[in-house]
């Protein structure tokens, strides 16, 4: 079989591997929403956001990730809601999925809030035999390779905060469901993973209209060793900033971002690679398109203030 690689590729997706089973984001900071579904409702207004990631350029049938998401405050009860919908794709193999969130807002006082959160989704895994070539067109075992699998999801989480800081935990892929394409195949290591992310970060005000912005994302899934992610944001008038990133192990970032009348927001962010894959790609490039959705009471008093 060509293409062998691809497939290996796509059962260590679902299998026990030395890497993450969940896509990559560089500016977790700016949609950790899809991290973990306590942030639904943390900010005070509904966002709908688009983050959409190329990575290692250069290379055929690299990943691409496309994530649109929506969520917001219900202020009255307390609780916070939202939902996402994301195509994840690698040459021959795709996982796509939706999910649904629920929070419940407790206040610890007059700065800080707790956020507890779950979710529930389905996932679909898929595989286009069209796009293998294969050394043998009669092989049995793959000539029907259009195969597909939908397995439901679920994840829960905290997230502690206030104007000044976050802190947060979430555990995706709780399920640990078995992905199984063939019925004859029942290998009990093709699970989904349960991971573990951790989230901070904290706002210093330098001066005025300044802000330094250090956050972290912690990760974790058996039984390879913590990972995480790093990024520090110089942030102008909470309107424009810059920054930069370094990712474990894989690549170093840079990144820039604009607010547009405290309505549309967006952020672009370009990775170096610096693991073994370096020479083979030109890098990886994210941008996040968002927009909040103000009431009418707020828009009048942003506008007397």
Known sequence: MKN?????????????????????????FLNDFVINPAVAGTKEAWIGQSNNRLQWVGINDAPRTYILSLNGPIRDLNMGVGGYVFNDITGPTRRAGASAAYSYHVKINDDIKLALGLSMGILQFSIDGSQIDLKDNNDAAMSNLNQQVIEPDAGAGFHLYSKDFWFGASAPQLLNNNVQFFEDYDDESARLSRHYFITGGYNFQMIDDLVIQPSLFIKYVDPIPVQFDAALRVIYKDMVWAGASYRMDDAIGVMMGYKYNDNLIIGYSYDITTSALQSYNNGSHEIMLGIKFKRAKDRKEKTEE
Not at 6 to 28: D, K, N, R
């Open 4 to 28: 062998l690689l691809y497939i290996g590729f796509f059962l260590s997706i679902c299998g026990v591997v030395q890497a993450q089973q969940l896509p990559q984001y560089t500016q977790y």
